[in-house]
T-cell receptor, first 110, second 114 residues
Framework: DAKTTQPTSMDCAEGRAANLPCNHSTISGNEYVYWYRQIHSQGPQYIIH???NNETNEMASLIITEDRKSSTLILPHATLRDTAVYYCIVRGYNTDKLIFGTGTRLQVFP | GAGVSQSPSNKVTEKGKDVELRCDPI?????LYWYRQRLGQGLEFLIYFQGNSAPDKSGLPSDRFSAERTGESVSTLTIQRTQQEDSAVYLCASRLGGSNYGYTFGSGTRLTVV
């Protein structure tokens, strides 16, 4: 069972920051938060992951609250090519499979 | 190779026939995963390999589904006596085992059972 809750859909204007929230209130201490996205007709693409600290890479930033019960994926300057379904996934350190929920469909508009 | 390669990219088969789907993971990736994605739905986990063994087969939907992996590389997912409800995109992913790196997914095989 997916352990995360995400909004079904969101819109974002091109060039603006897209902030995608995720609730994972039952997360335990050794579980990581992963973000993937799936652009239409392609396989899911890894974006970023984190445990406690905020993380940043060339694609996005991940902000995890201090209690770790929620997180936000930030795309700093959304483009039309960022239109996709974004999945927030919780994975245990000793669990080796990702359980995908229904994700958030992000629509970036001109 | 540079990425996870799946073949064929598209497969149309008649109901009742057997099909084999192939996955070539990234070289050196010891962990390999199969997922299924029906039209308009999320990804369903099917099976996971660590090396050539499959510690988790819990997602295989019936005994018509089986998978094997040889030489810690190529994996084959076989569906026997295909049914129309087997129509989906079958996705393969690989990962450096024991690490927290993300999975790398292939582009999938779109299976249509007619």
């Amino acid at each position: 069972d997916a352990k995360t809750t995400q909004p079904t859909s969101m819109d974002c204007a091109e060039g603006r920051a897209a902030n995608l929230p995720c609730n994972h209130s039952t997360i335990s201490g050794n579980e990581y938060v992963y973000w993937y996205r799936q652009i239409h007709s392609q396989g899911p693409q890894y974006i970023i992951h984190g445990l406690k600290n905020n993380e940043t890479n060339e694609m996005a930033s991940l902000i995890i609250t201090e209690d770790r019960k929620s997180s936000t994926l930030i795309l700093p300057h959304a483009t039309l090519r960022d239109t996709a379904v974004y999945y927030c996934i919780v994975r245990g350190y000793n669990t080796d499979k990702l359980i995908f929920g229904t994700g958030t469909r992000l629509q970036v508009f001109p | 190779g540079a990425g996870v390669s799946q073949s064929p990219s598209n497969k149309v088969t008649e109901k009742g026939k057997d099909v084999e789907l192939r996955c070539d993971p990234i070289s050196g990736h010891t962990a390999l995963y199969w997922y299924r994605q029906r039209l308009g739905q999320g990804l369903e986990f099917l099976i996971y390999f660590q090396g050539n063994s499959a510690p988790d087969k819990s997602g295989l939907p019936s005994d018509r589904f089986s998978a094997e992996r040889t030489g810690e590389s190529v994996s084959t997912l076989t569906i026997q006596r295909t049914q129309q409800e087997d129509s989906a995109v079958y996705l393969c992913a690989s990962r450096l085992g024991g690490s927290n790196y993300g999975y790398t997914f292939g582009s999938g095989t779109r299976l249509t059972v007619v």
